[in-house]
Nanobody
Framework: QVQLVESGGGSVQAGDSLRLSCAAS????????MGWFRQAPGKEREFVAG????????YYVDSVKGRFTVSRDNAKNMVYLQMNSLKPDDTAVYYC?????????????????WGQGTQVTVSS
């Protein structure tokens, strides 16, 4: 069992930065692939970024490449999403998710545990 709690969301201006954090509980955390998803009003949940248990391989949706960086600290049971050069289109609720699969996927149903989400609002 893994429990996830996100933090770090807020309201910012376009061009600003935010760092989202995901605190995980559970002894097996370091063996899970982790993903960040987001969901805007009226839209489906979208994969944003993810990384394998080792953190050696990272994956991003094209719209955030070069602006967002995902990382993890298994010793602290933490996953982070550094978001730079934020745009109004980045406005959404951001979720942290954990998958028992050994690979990162962009499909929400492949993730076994989810946090409650944190709101990110970017104004122009």
């Amino acid at each position: 069992q893994v429990q996830l709690v996100e933090s770090g969301g807020g309201s910012v201006q376009a061009g600003d930065s935010l760092r989202l954090s995901c605190a995980a509980s559970g002894r097996a955390f370091s063996s899970y692939a982790m993903g960040w998803f987001r969901q805007a009003p009226g839209k489906e949940r979208e994969f944003v970024a993810g990384l394998k248990w080792s953190g050696s391989s990272t994956y991003y949706v094209d719209s955030v490449k070069g602006r967002f960086t995902v990382s993890r600290d298994n010793a602290k049971n933490m996953v982070y999403l550094q978001m730079n050069s934020l745009k109004p289109d980045d406005t959404a609720v951001y979720y942290c998710a954990a998958s028992k699969l050994m690979v990162v996927t962009s499909t929400p149903r492949n993730y076994d545990y989810w946090g409650q989400g944190t709101q990110v609002t970017v104004s122009s």
